[in-house]
């Protein structure tokens, strides 16, 4: 049967992750929150179960703290009839609690979800990278607006390689555990996953020429979790700019030191309009007037 789940939003603009996701003059919930709602609500309606895949991940209107944000919203879950044998699928999706004759699309997305988890893939022929080594330069792509994160959310901290279409980056950032039980799932940090949809970004501007935010993941495979407060590399790859030019995708795979693969996302869609580099660079400015959060940041 379908199921409507409701959730109250009051005072979650509070928390110190969704105050370091400030776009502009205003707070956002970060994409991997809405992704991670309709994932949690997915396994405590079915117990035993784990989201491994989604297809088609799509943000419609995100939820910005400006005033305007719903007071509360719900997932609806609607089991789909063509599941793989042994596997459930729903197609879920964040609707707003409007008074208006239409609920407001938040996110979308259509949830593979398995008894057990797959084995996770060996990384093998991929490079090997050297960890912890040499300055924190990855920082700067905070520092110079490429990116708008707060210091609670910097997770990419070194730059390991870099080419045309390709970029590779030594991750680490620490989880919230308070947050898990309300928008993570057994695979699904919205905290950490928060980094694997920093970085398209970061090559989509050097495709696009301008400032980009995530739009969508057109497939995401959880296969392990990833590590709370400990490096993992997250590789940048299979780059394309669309047709039109304003938008491109790109690949996010993250894997542990020895090369296995915990998160991999492919074909999320970055997008960038003209004033987008204004709003991170005042983001930024806003960041940096909080002593207590910029004091490892560079100058």
Known sequence: ATLAARRRLAGLAEHPVIAAHQVGAHRVLPATFGLGWMINVAERAHPGWRVVEVRDFAVHKGIVFDGSAPESAQVVLVPADDAPAGQLLLRASVRGDGTGRLPVPHYAATLLLVRAAPVAPAGAGRASYRLGEGAEDGLEIYAEGTQFHAPRLQGMRRVLARGADRLVLECQLADDPG???????????????????????????????????????????????????????????????DAGGATATVNATATAPDGTVLVRFTDVTVAATPDMAAKFAEAVRAWRQTPTENEDVPA
């Open 179 to 241: 947050l898990r039980p309300a928008f993570g799932g057994e695979l699904h940090s919205p905290v950490l996953a928060d980094v694997l949809l920093q970085g398209p970004p970061v090559l989509g501007r050097a495709l696009l020429g301008q400032a980009c935010l995530p739009l969508g993941i057109g497939r995401a495979e959880y296969l392990r979790p990833l590590p709370d407060g400990t490096p993992f590399v997250l590789v940048l790859d299979g780059a394309r700019v």
